[in-house]
């Protein structure tokens, strides 16, 4: 079976994991893959995923996901000064947005959701309905904060000169699923992540960063954390394991001028 090059590096495409309706297809070279058949069209707005989630307020996390979130507001707030402006896109019911004012980071949100925003907003934050672009929100902010979402975007490039626009020389937080992690290459087409009906992308971190780097991000940090897998011995190993969590926080300067003109690759 042939594939396409990758649309990030024009690397050798292969057959990674074939689920019962899709194929994840990824990248030799740089490892980031792609959902094949493509998910539809979504209307966020109109969908309530967050409600499918049992959880109400962020202390009604379980464990793992909240030291996720404890992870990645203390990466930002290691990396900004007191007053910073900050935007998280994509932001659901809040959770995040909680941990950074806990964490003494002002943030506002944009969340297309109509019931996730409106929750969030009962819980005291500052958040608007809508989709995220830079005529909707221009800023400039000191960073914006992407949790899950750029695996949604089908253009992540147009995303990412958005982003330049609305913070330039700022910083950008991205946190992915990692599909190179230890429970989905053992767990394969049963690790949940793979959401094949909503993702375009699975990322890898070490290929995301040498992709933004063509951009003219400058990638500052790489942690790593899981999700949610209660009691599963391989998820406990993971956390010794370097690259080993199935979740990683990437933090990249924003180019100061929009995005470097001439990347030779832009999905």
Same mark, same amino acid.
């Given at each position: 079976m042939i594939f396409l090059p990758c649309p990030f590096c024009d690397g050798p495409s292969y057959l990674a994991i074939t689920l019962p309706a899709h194929r994840v297809v990824a990248c030799r070279r740089c490892r980031i893959a792609r959902t094949e058949p493509p998910p539809p069209s979504i209307p966020y707005e109109d969908e309530d995923f967050h409600a499918a989630f049992p959880f109400t307020s962020l202390d009604a996390l379980p464990p793992t996901w909240r030291r996720g979130l404890d992870l990645q507001a203390a990466l930002l707030r $290691?990396? +900004?000064g007191p007053g910073a402006r900050v935007l998280e896109v994509g932001c659901g019911q809040g959770f995040f947005l909680e941990a950074l004012r806990r964490a003494g980071i002002a943030a506002r949100g944009i969340e297309p959701s109509k019931s996730a925003a409106a929750a969030a907003r009962q819980d005291g934050h500052e958040v608007a309905t809508g989709y995220f672009n830079h005529a909707s929100c221009p800023g400039p902010y000191d960073a914006i904060v992407l949790a899950q979402v750029f695996e949604h975007i089908e253009k992540p490039t147009a995303l990412l000169a958005d982003i330049a626009a609305s913070a330039p020389g700022g910083l950008v937080l991205l946190v992915q699923a #990692?599909? $190179?992690? +230890?429970?989905? +290459?053992? #767990? $394969?087409? #049963?690790w949940y992540a793979w959401a094949p009906t909503h993702h375009y992308w699975h990322f890898a971190a070490p290929g995301l960063s040498r992709w933004l780097a063509t951009l003219g991000f400058d990638p500052v940090a790489v942690e790593y954390s899981s999700l949610e897998h209660r009691g599963y011995w391989l998820d406990r190993l993971a956390r010794f394991v370097p690259r080993g969590g199935d979740q990683f926080h990437l933090l990249a300067r924003v180019p100061a001028r929009g995005l470097q003109a001439g990347a030779p690759f832009q999905p």
């Open positions: $290691r990396h +900004l #990692n599909w $190179r992690g +230890l429970v989905p +290459l053992k #767990n $394969r087409a #049963n």
